[in-house]
């Protein structure tokens, strides 16, 4: 019998693609989006089934993993894609932008799981792949303090559940990939002021990096992230932590050899003067 993925946030970036690739492979697929009304691509694959969900709304999570439990009988692997970006200088943000970037990428992961874990204890089997980012082991990027927060929390998250779910066989993986091309530069939140002209430089030069570096600028797309997703569900890779893209594995480096302030310095180097 074909083993089942379900998927969160499969509208747009590396969820599409992976929802795709895993279907390709003869997957079973829980496809989640919050918008299925827009859906079309989809519907040539059998293999895939659409899920309305929210991550931030609790009833939509409930509703999309129980129907998808239904639909498949048994979901194998879950991966936590749906993410977004809240940047600009910390004092330019509102509460609502720093609620919502904690909302969808550690709450939304968190409802996902808890509607989960009955049907994953229950089976004493299942893995749960939560989609981190270069900017969860590492500051890379300036005036991403809070989507930095929300990748550090993830992987406090995902750390801290070891202990209570490896003994039910349940499995956890982070994936932490460096820049590729996807929606995801597009739906970046930019606090900005009029006001307040401290932040203009560094805004500038960090609004132009995240412009080149998002839409069709961005020349590094997301399949080796889902190949190493692959290997993780298929079971070829049992690493906890996988980190995929030069620019990841070059900070990763980095932070290894040098001291926190060496290390902060090069990076500032780029971006303040
Ligand atoms: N792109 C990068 O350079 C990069 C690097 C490292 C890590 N990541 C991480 O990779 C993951 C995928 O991002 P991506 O680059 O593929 O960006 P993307 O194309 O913008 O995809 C993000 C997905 O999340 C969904 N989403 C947003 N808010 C949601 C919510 N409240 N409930 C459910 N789904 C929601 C979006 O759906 P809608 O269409 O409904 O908004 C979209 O399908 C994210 O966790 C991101 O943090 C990205």
Do not use: C
Not at 33 to 39: A, C, F, L
Not at 204 to 209: I, L, R, Y
């Amino acid at each position: 019998m074909a083993n089942t993925i379900f998927i969160t946030g499969t509208s747009s970036g590396l969820g599409r693609l992976m929802a795709i690739h895993f279907a390709k492979n003869g997957w079973n697929v829980a496809a989640t989006m919050r918008t299925p009304e827009k859906e079309t691509e989809f519907n040539a694959f059998p293999q895939i089934k659409i899920f309305k969900l929210d991550v931030t709304q609790v009833d939509t999570v409930t509703v999309a993993v129980d129907n998808a439990i239904a639909a498949f009988g048994t979901i194998d692997v879950i991966v936590n894609n749906a993410g977004i970006g809240m940047y600009g200088a910390l004092e330019l943000t509102n509460d609502a932008d720093i609620e919502k970037q904690f909302a969808v990428n550690v709450k939304g992961v968190i409802n996902v799981i808890r509607a989960f874990l009955p049907h994953l204890r229950a089976n004493r089997a299942g893995k749960i792949i939560n989609i981190s980012s270069l900017m969860g082991i590492s500051t890379a990027l300036p005036l991403g303090s809070l989507y930095n927060m929300s990748k550090f929390a993830l992987e406090g998250l995902t750390e801290g559940l070891t202990f209570e779910l490896k003994p039910l066989n349940i499995d956890l993986h982070l994936v932490e990939p460096g820049g590729f091309g996807s929606a995801f530069g597009e739906n970046i939140t930019f606090s900005k002021s009029e006001e307040i002209k401290d932040y203009d430089l560094i805004t500038g030069k960090v609004s132009t990096v995240l412009h080149a570096a998002s839409g069709a600028g961005m020349k590094i797309t997301a399949q080796p992230i889902v190949d190493e997703i692959y290997a993780l569900a298929s079971g070829k890779s049992k690493a906890f932590r996988t980190v995929v893209g030069k620019d990841a594995k070059m900070v990763v480096f980095l932070r290894k050899i040098l001291p926190i302030n060496a290390f902060l310095k090069i990076l500032g180097k780029k971006f303040l003067s």
